[in-house]
């Protein structure tokens, strides 16, 4: 009787795992928006967070091609934190590859711009409930 029990005990805690996973995968494939304010943008608004998403992968490809192989030292730096090594990495940037990134991060604001001046109050209030949530998980 006991294994049977010890059974149905892992059994439901292997499936709850399991589907915490899940669900976890699943949210992180949103970008951070909840499904039920997704569900409310526009085709408009989808066009900008693809435009803004084009943007940022293009200015990480840009930027890593332009790395020498000091700064590409500091990427592989394991024995540091993520902070640390972005701290040193942009303290070595050159001119030009400062320039790459403000040209990069203005057409990114003007896009995150143009996205929340096109959110109607139903979707500001739902973008305040999610973050007040986020911050209570902290």
Do not use: H, P
Not at 34 to 61: A, C, P, V, Y
């Amino acid at each position: 009787m006991d294994m049977l029990k010890t059974l149905k005990i892992f059994t439901v805690t292997f499936l709850m795992i399991i589907c915490s996973v899940s669900y976890g995968q699943e949210n992180s494939k949103r970008g951070g928006f909840s499904k039920e304010l997704i569900e409310t943008f526009s085709e408009f608004q989808k066009e900008l967070l693809k435009k803004e998403k084009s943007l940022w992968n293009k200015q990480r490809k840009a930027i890593g091609e332009s790395l020498n192989k000091n700064q590409k030292d500091i990427l592989k730096d394991s024995s540091i934190g993520y902070r640390e090594r972005k701290k040193k990495l942009s303290e070595t940037f050159s001119e030009s590859q400062k320039e790459i990134l403000r040209k990069f991060e203005k057409r990114i604001d003007t896009i995150k711009k143009r996205f929340y001046e096109s959110l109607d109050e139903e979707q500001k209030s739902l973008i305040r409930k999610s973050r007040k949530r986020s911050k209570k998980n902290d």
